[in-house]
């Protein structure tokens, strides 16, 4: 039956099959033999498919204290050990991720037996174990792989290597010269992720060793000024997860005159991703968009409650340095929003210089309550009008002690300025809703509203707010509270009327 394919989509069919199923395709069709084992070694996680086409004589294992099994040479290796391997097989690996390499059931190769490799190959080309290899990742630096992980390097990263993934731990020096030795035979990278704590050595090698002019995606933790200064240099970045990100200058204070930096800067910079204990960490960050940058996506998230005036300034940063031209969606957020003394219940925060971006998605999330009276309803629905996704969320225990300024008729008009939103998350005071509600201005309604996180929003009538939510959403999917609270009975009523499904 494949064999009545085309040769372009057998591969497409043999990508969606188990290797169990593979491997059945290869015994069963000397057509289908070729495209079969392409997709069989494609993708390569640990060391077995090289050690079954060894030959039988040449290895021996034993068990390790990890009950592993470590396979040792029986005798000399010599090139022509590796034929099969390298006319048969090599060509065909595409990714390679040692990540699985822990795992029990797998064995793997002696430090002695890879090396004993190296020496081996040493006259073919860089990579010659895997010629046509795209992406590597080896992320054992954490554990006794370390050295092993240095000299496969060698043998399988090809200069033409696209991805690199590779983890890495402060002072080990024999993998830091393997690293910086494979820098050096590639030709021009386009993806980087480095896992490992902040580390001198990652700038270094970033801006000395590796060949960026090709670089488009890269992660890694932390990015000092000196770093910062290197990247927003590179002509073709489009995204930067930054994770850990420590505390950095600001090129200015935030509230001041700003200083906006060269165009040339992060030109074609497109998703820009932090996450840090602090959040005062994240500004400096964004301070180096010029006004032209392409950015699409921009999320920033911290860990520790921050001070108003903390917060504040992340925002303020976001509006002077986000191009309305690009800038859709954008996410700042703090997983820990607790009370803490660093949170004064007293301070909002004005979330109104985000009113020059044209967003479609917005998500604002931190330790201090957003201020939200009906002027700000009125400008952000002058401001988002393709807004399909909005979240204004505030500490659920802010929340209790402050109560909403809003009622529906602010949210009525929020809606009407936009039309394309699907995904609310608002708190709003519902119970000055009656029976006899107006809808209007009555060609905006029914609006295409489907899941709207209400929060603790005051409630008096659920059979009122029911038949108001009826003829201005009708088309609502999930009415939620999110959180425990004296409110959340009287909005399951309202779900009950509806029939939707209320989790609490």
């Not at 690996?93 to 040493?122: C, E, M, P, V």
């Not at 699409?296 to 925002?315: G, S, W």
């Not at 803490?340 to 004005?350: A, G, K, R």
């Not at 108001?468 to 009975?489: A, D, I, W």
């Amino acid at each position: 039956m494949l064999e009545a394919l085309g040769l372009d989509l057998i591969p497409l069919v043999l990508s969606h099959l188990d290797r169990k199923s593979l491997h059945s395709v290869v015994l069963s069709s000397r057509y289908l033999l070729e495209p079969g084992l392409n997709e069989l070694w494609r993708f390569i996680a640990t060391f077995e498919p090289l050690i079954a086409c060894l030959p039988d004589d040449l290895l021996d294992f034993e068990m390790n204290a990890m009950d592993r099994r470590v396979y040792s040479l029986k005798r000399p290796l010599d090139i022509s050990d590796l034929n099969r391997y390298l006319e048969g097989y090599a060509f065909r690996i595409r990714h390679i991720n040692y990540d699985d390499f822990r795992r029990d059931d797998y064995g793997t190769l002696s430090h002695k037996a890879l090396l004993a490799l190296q020496i081996t190959t040493a006259h073919l080309p860089h990579g010659s174990l895997s010629p046509n290899l795209k992406r590597f990742s080896w992320d054992n630096a954490r554990n006794c792989e370390t050295e092993a992980g240095t000299v496969a390097m060698s043998l399988f990263m090809p200069p033409t290597l696209d991805t690199w993934t590779f983890g890495m731990v402060e002072g080990d020096w024999v993998h830091q010269t393997g690293l910086h030795h494979a820098a050096h035979h590639l030709l021009g990278i386009r993806s980087l992720e480095i896992f490992c704590s902040p580390n001198p050595f990652v700038d270094k090698f970033i801006v000395s060793s590796l060949r960026t002019q090709n670089l488009q995606n890269l992660r890694l933790a932390h990015a000092p000024t000196p770093l910062l200064r290197h990247l927003c240099t590179l002509p073709k970045i489009e995204r930067m997860d930054l994770h850990d990100q420590t505390p950095v200058s600001f090129r200015y204070p935030p509230g001041d005159t700003p200083q906006l930096p060269s165009t040339d800067n992060f030109r074609s910079l497109k998703s820009l991703r932090m996450d840090s204990r602090e959040i005062c960490a994240l500004g400096p960050v964004i301070q180096y968009l010029p006004s032209t940058n392409c950015v699409r996506l921009l999320k920033a998230e911290a860990y520790v409650a921050a001070r108003c005036v903390e917060e504040q300034a992340l925002v303020t940063v976001v509006g002077v340095h986000g191009n309305q031209a690009a800038m859709r969606m954008l996410l700042l957020s703090n997983s820990n929003a607790q009370h803490t003394e660093d949170v004064d219940p007293e301070q909002t925060l004005d979330i109104s210089p985000l009113f020059r971006l044209d967003l479609e998605a917005c998500h604002i999330s931190l330790s201090n309550r957003i201020s939200i009276k009906p002027q700000t309803i009125s400008q952000m629905a002058s401001a988002w009008g393709h807004m399909h996704l909005l979240r204004l969320e505030s500490p659920a225990y802010l929340d209790f002690i402050w109560p909403p300024v809003i009622n529906h008729r602010d949210i009525l008009q929020l809606l009407v300025g936009m039309p394309s939103l699907r995904h609310l998350s608002l708190q709003f005071d519902a119970s000055q809703i009656c029976s006899d509600e107006p809808v209007n201005p009555k060609e905006s309604f029914p609006h295409g509203l489907k899941n709207w996180i209400v929060g603790q929003s005051p409630i008096s009538s659920p059979s009122c707010v029911a038949q108001f939510l009826k003829g201005t959403v009708p088309n609502l999917k999930r009415l939620r509270t999110e959180s425990p609270g004296q409110h959340n009975e009287s909005w399951g009523k309202v779900n009950e009327l509806l029939g939707l499904w209320h989790p609490y």
